[in-house]
């Protein structure tokens, strides 16, 4: 299994320039996940989606817009981008067994390193 | 909602020696609290977790306390070794309605000296 794959790595776009960054994992998890990390803030949650065709707000989604088509993707976009969106994405999963209660730790993405300039 | 702090933001150790990270959180339904481990350049990844059911737990030489009548928890690692070096968050979760939601601490980078 790849686990949770990240495309691209590394990205330099242009202030104003629109870009789709692409999650997919093969474990075939209910929830997905994108966060952003800036030095010293740790990892915020932009959107999360707990199933296909669901998706929801995290802590910082302005800016960005995220798309659950099929369970195994999860599309980050970015229509305008912005200097102060210049940081590394991260997509995890996870997943929540029946009768458990619980749901289980997010496995991460490589990342992809975003430079707006 | 929930927020997490994370002391200290930097910590060096000796070899052999120990290293201790603490966490407080402001939410008393948080029942879930994870750590995670960053080494440069790479992901994060889940070393130990700790549910409120507990006080404490053991995985070698990483352990995680949790006090929650003062809505903290540690981190502890014992005779470190250079491959500890890296940052390490902790995280808070309230399990039943939170959709699996993780709110990460701001980060200690651990670096430990040969």
């Known amino acids: 299994n790849a686990g949770v794959t990240q495309t691209p790595k590394f990205r330099v776009l242009k202030t104003g320039q629109s870009m789709t960054l692409l999650c997919a994992q093969d474990?075939?998890?209910?929830?997905m996940y994108w966060y952003r990390q800036d030095p010293g803030m740790g990892l915020r949650l932009i959107h999360y989606?707990?199933?296909?065709?669901?998706?929801a707000k995290g802590e910082v989604p302005d800016g960005y817009n995220v798309s659950r088509l099929k369970k195994q993707n999860f599309l980050l976009g970015l229509e305008s981008a912005a200097p102060s969106q210049t940081s590394v994405y991260f997509c995890a999963s996870s997943y929540f067994p029946v009768g458990t209660g619980v749901v289980k730790e997010q496995y991460f993405g490589p990342g992809t390193r975003l430079t707006v300039t | 909602g929930e927020n997490v702090e994370q002391h200290p933001s930097t910590l060096s150790v000796q070899e052999g020696d120990s290293a201790v990270i603490k966490c407080t959180y402001s939410d008393s339904a948080s029942n879930y609290f994870p750590w995670y481990k960053q080494e440069l350049g790479k992901r994060p990844q889940l070393i130990i977790d700790?549910?409120?059911?507990?006080g404490e737990k053991k995985d070698q030489r990483i352990a995680v306390t949790l006090n929650k009548t003062a809505k903290h928890f540690s981190l502890h690692i014992t005779e470190t070794q250079p491959e500890d070096s890296a940052v390490y968050f902790c995280?808070?979760?309230?399990?039943?309605?939170?959709?699996?939601?993780?709110?990460f601490g701001a980060g200690t980078q651990v670096v430990v000296t040969p």
């Open positions: 474990m075939n998890h209910e929830y």
């Open positions: 995280a808070a979760s309230t399990e039943t309605d939170s959709w699996g939601k993780l709110q």
């Open positions: 700790i549910r409120s059911n507990v």
């Open positions: 989606s707990v199933g296909e065709g669901t998706t």
